[in-house]
C-alpha cells in the first residue's frame, strides 16, 4: 500500500511544491522510481511521487494504471495543484474530490464523472490544522487565507483522495516560500521527516465522528468554525450549488401557515449528492460515524426542513459544532 503523489509540470503551483518537496530531506531518501506512460516518479519508503506533464483533472484513475504498472496498491492520491478565485486572493486551500450533483447528460467543467464523488481523503481536515500551522510559522498568514474549499472538480479516483492547492493567480503560484510551506506539510504529514505522519485513519479511530458539511459557498466559513478545533475529521463538504433544489409550485389557495412543501416533491439533484458525499465519507472513514453538519443560515426554510427531513430517512445524525470533537 503506497501513497502517491501527483504534480504535473504544466503547473507552476503544483511542480513547485514537488521540487521543493524533492529537495527537502527525507527518511528515507528520495529515488528515482518507474516511468509511468512517459511521466517520471520518485519513491520515498511507501511515498510516491507523479510528475505528470499535463492537465491532472483529465487523469482518470491514476491508482488503477499505478498499479498496472508497479503491482503495489494505492491507498490514497494526494495532488498539488494551482488556485483560483475571482478575488485573485493569495490563498493555501485543501479540498475533497467530485462532482456529485450533476446529472448523467451534464458535462463536468473540470473533469471527473457526473453523480460521482472520490472517498475524501481523511488527512483533509488535520493537513488543514497543519498547513494553519506552518504557514503562519513561515509568515505567510495574514497574506495567505488558509482554508477549506467544498467538493469540486476531477480527476476519477476510487481511492481517498485530496487537493492541496496554492492560489490564486500565477505571482503567487510562483511564489517559493508558498511552495517550501506545502513541501513542508507533505513532508511532515506524510511522515517523510521521520515522524508518524498526520492524519492517517486507522482502526484506533473507530467510532469518532466524521463531520459530512452541507450548504454554505465555496469556501465553506462554518463548516471551517469546526474543522479548524484539534481532532476534528472532515469529509465532503457540498456547497449551496452542489445542493440543486427546486421548491415545489405550492396549490393555489393554500393557508400561508402551510408548510406547503411536500418534501418528496423538492426538485434537484440534491438527494442524490447528498447520498454520495455520505457513502464515499463512509467508504473513507472505516467504523466512523458520519455526522452531518448543516450551514443552516445558507438556507431557506423549505430547504433546511427537507434536508432535515431526507437525512432522517436516510438515519443520517445532525450534529452541532462540539458534537464532532
Not at 505571482?171 to 492517517?200: C, F, I, M, S
Not at 455520505?278 to 472513514?285: D, E, G, L, S
Amino acid at each position: 500500500m503506497v501513497s502517491l503523489l501527483v504534480a504535473t509540470t504544466a503547473d507552476p503551483a503544483s511542480i513547485g511544491p514537488a521540487t521543493a518537496l524533492l529537495a527537502l530531506p527525507s527518511t528515507p531518501a528520495w529515488s528515482e522510481g518507474p516511468n509511468l506512460q512517459g511521466n517520471k516518479s520518485y519513491v520515498a519508503g511507501r511515498v510516491r511521487l507523479l510528475q505528470l506533464t499535463d492537465r491532472m483533472v483529465t487523469e482518470d484513475h491514476l491508482e488503477k494504471r499505478w498499479e498496472a504498472a508497479t503491482g503495489e496498491r494505492v491507498d490514497e492520491i494526494i495532488f498539488l495543484s494551482r488556485h483560483t478565485a475571482v478575488s485573485n486572493r493569495p490563498a493555501l486551500t485543501v479540498h475533497p474530490i467530485g462532482i456529485p450533483h450533476l446529472l448523467p447528460h451534464e458535462q463536468p467543467p473540470a473533469g471527473g464523472r457526473p453523480g460521482w464523488a472520490a472517498p475524501p481523503c481523511p488527512r483533509i481536515g488535520p493537513w488543514l490544522r497543519l498547513l494553519q500551522r506552518v504557514a503562519k510559522s513561515r509568515n505567510l498568514v495574514p497574506e495567505f487565507e488558509v482554508t477549506l474549499e467544498a467538493t469540486h472538480h476531477g480527476p476519477e479516483t476510487n481511492v481517498p483522495a485530496m487537493f492541496v492547492e496554492i492560489g490564486s493567480t500565477e505571482e503567487y503560484w510562483r511564489r517559493e516560500d508558498a511552495a517550501q510551506a506545502v513541501a513542508e506539510v507533505v513532508r511532515e504529514g506524510l511522515g517523510l521527516d521521520g515522524g508518524a505522519g498526520v492524519g492517517q485513519w486507522t482502526s484506533e479511530h473507530a467510532g469518532a465522528k466524521v463531520l459530512v458539511g452541507l450548504g454554505g459557498g465555496h469556501y465553506a466559513p462554518r463548516h471551517m468554525d469546526v474543522v479548524q478545533k484539534e481532532g476534528v475529521w472532515v469529509g465532503h463538504l457540498l456547497s449551496g450549488y452542489s445542493m440543486p433544489m427546486v421548491e415545489p409550485t405550492k396549490e393555489a389557495g393554500a393557508p400561508k401557515s402551510k408548510s406547503a412543501v411536500d418534501h418528496n416533491d423538492v426538485g434537484g439533484s440534491w438527494k442524490e449528492a447528498i447520498s454520495e458525499a455520505v457513502q464515499t465519507t463512509r467508504a473513507a472513514f472505516p467504523d466512523g460515524e458520519v455526522m452531518a453538519h448543516l450551514d443552516s443560515k445558507s438556507l431557506k426554510s423549505w430547504q433546511r426542513n427537507a434536508i432535515t427531513w431526507f437525512l432522517a430517512q436516510e438515519r443520517i445524525p445532525i450534529g452541532k459544532p462540539n458534537d464532532y470533537l
